[in-house]
């Protein structure tokens, strides 16, 4: 075999396991000073049979702020998870093809009854993170259950302008399609949605927080 071919095949290897070091430093910075649960630590949201459990032990209740930005985060995953359920919201998914991910060779697709009835489904107990992830708003990490979200998105649902007040609601619904595991992965993925070909707005887990925001925004106009 060639030499030059050699090299350059080996160069390529340590460059991809760089790029792989660098990945996994700056996805491990997103989580710097979490706290893990303890049972004790996650709260029933909700008093339905179906309601998700959430572990709050990353905010610190002995401060004012961080007492509002829980009941920022209860109210708008009520919020999401009743818009799950509201028929306005399955209207603008069912009889409809949608996109699961766009990382593969050709896009992975899905109806909309399949999407309706995978957010139905949710079997939710993470914790929830108020801090920042690295070039994002929100990160769901599926293998230890929990969601990162910027703390200044949360603080923003308590805006009296309505768009900014629903951010929150969108940044949740979109992370919670994350949740939705088949055959051990996750089965609506953002990776690839930047790419030519990709369609975004049919782009599952970007479709629904979109939706899910665009029906909260309606019912809250109407309180105005």
Known sequence: MNVNKVIIKKMKLISYIVVLILLFSIVGCSWKGYKLPSDTDYERVGDTDD???IGFQNFDNSIKKDKVRVDSVKQAILDVKNIFHDDSFKSIFLNKSWVASCDGNSLERVSGNEVITDLLSLNIKISFFPKKPFLAIGLTDTINNRIAVDPYRID????????????????????????????GNVKYRDRGHGKNGCLQNKLVSYRVGKAVQAVWISKNVKKI
């Open 51 to 53: 309601a998700y459990f």
């Open 156 to 183: 923003k649902h308590n805006e009296e302008e309505i768009i900014d007040a629903s951010l929150l609601i969108e940044t949740i619904a979109h992370e919670f399609t994350h949740m939705i595991i088949e055959n």
